[in-house]
């Protein structure tokens, strides 16, 4: 042990800048028992080799059924809302072999050529959004483009019509903004995503369209079973999934370039000059430096296990601490800086194994479709406070700015 004091983890001033306790944590205490905000008790795994080895453990269990403290814990791990909303029965929440057949079913619909047909609409939804501040030489990027770019492209990749997304900025918006704190009207927001996804799967079955929804519906037609409840939760965890992240890779990112001005640069004269290479590592690169999920969501050991040296006990809960890992030093030469052409970079952004992220092609377009325009279309944006200003949303799983205010000549 050294003389420094262990860090205090959860605090504001973690919230900030939570690396240099990770770089405690790795160094010293690599799987760490610790009591969470919520007040249950977990482990956390900060060396590569550990997270990648327990991100595919099939010891490790995503159903909250194996959680020790299950009956007293409820409604505190998880996604808030879920639980009384009864949307449990998503891929993050279950095993094999129901996860194998979930996944396999929404991989049918889900594939990476719908991702890539949809790039011209993600590009133009990207640019209607800049055009709505782009005048006024000042914006909140996190409001004004990093939240509504992603709930507007998954809205209608389902197949929500276009009348009807502003409710999901609305319930998606009182996620954002209470996911760790005030889990009231969470709840009510989850259940009132739910019932218009169940009413919208009901309505579709009749009217099957291109979208994704009819995508679903479609794929449990050929002799595998998707019910109405497991649809309506596959829906939920689409949105889920694919919105707070997508708002954190573009606000993290877009202020991890703000604060390297020579590797923006860099990005700026790449993306000047029509190339896609240095865009599409500088993504991964940004994915690994200050990614959007700081730590993976929850698994619970069905099983006494060894993680890095440290028994686990049955029932144990066990969270994987992206963030720490892919600032390794033992996996990554020069961890803790921003190289935009970082070419080994197996980062764990997307986290690993059998739930590793089923929407990464799409937040890679949406990430690289919005950097891109931004630095192209504004091409002097800055920051318009000062660093210590700015305050980190403080919920548990994902790691994002509250605002992000930016000016720019208009
Ligand atoms: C799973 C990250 C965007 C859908 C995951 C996991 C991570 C992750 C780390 C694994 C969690 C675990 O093992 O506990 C991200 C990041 C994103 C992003 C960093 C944005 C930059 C998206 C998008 C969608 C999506 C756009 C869909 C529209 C999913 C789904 C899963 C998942 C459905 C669960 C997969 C499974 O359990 O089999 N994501 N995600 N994600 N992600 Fe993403």
Known sequence: MSDVPAPTLFTWEFAADPYPAYAWLREHAPVHRTTLPSGVEAWLVTRYPDARQALAD?????????????????????????????????????????????RRLVSKAFTPRRVAEFAPRVAELTNRLIDSFA??????????????????????????PAEDQDDFRDWAGMMIRHGGGPRGGVARSVKKMRA?????????RSDLGDDLISGLIRAS???????ENEAAAMAF??????????????????YALLRNPEQRRLLQESVGRGEAGLLATAVEELLRYDGPVELATWRFATEPLSIGGQLIGTG???????????????????????????????????????????????????????????????PDLQLAVEPGELRWRGGLIMRGLRTLPVSFTA
């Open 58 to 102: 099939a010891r490790l269990s995503k159903n909250p059924v194996h959680h020790s403290e299950s009956a007293h814990a409820k409604g505190k791990v998880g996604i808030p809302g879920e639980r009384s909303a009864d949307l449990m029965t998503h891929l993050l929440n279950i095993d094999p072999p129901d996860h194998t057949r979930l």
């Open 135 to 160: 005048p006024r030489g000042e914006a909140d990027l996190i409001h004004e483009f990093a939240f509504p770019l992603p709930i507007y492209a998954i809205c209608d990749m389902l197949g929500v």
């Open 196 to 204: 218009y996804l169940l009413d919208l799967i009901h309505r579709k």
């Open 221 to 227: 037609d050929h002799g595998e079973h998707l019910t």
């Open 237 to 254: 965890i689409l949105l889920f999934a694919g919105f707070e992240t997508t708002v954190n890779l573009i606000g993290n990112g877009t």
């Open 316 to 378: 144990d809960p066990v969270l994987v601490v992206l963030a720490a890992a892919d600032r390794d030093p033992e996996r990554f030469d020069g961890p803790d800086i921003l190289d935009l052409a970082r070419r080994d970079n197996p980062h764990l952004g997307f986290g690993h194994g059998i739930h590793y992220c089923l929407g990464a092609p799409l937040a890679r377009l949406e990430g690289q479709t919005a950097l891109g325009a931004l630095l192209t279309r504004l």
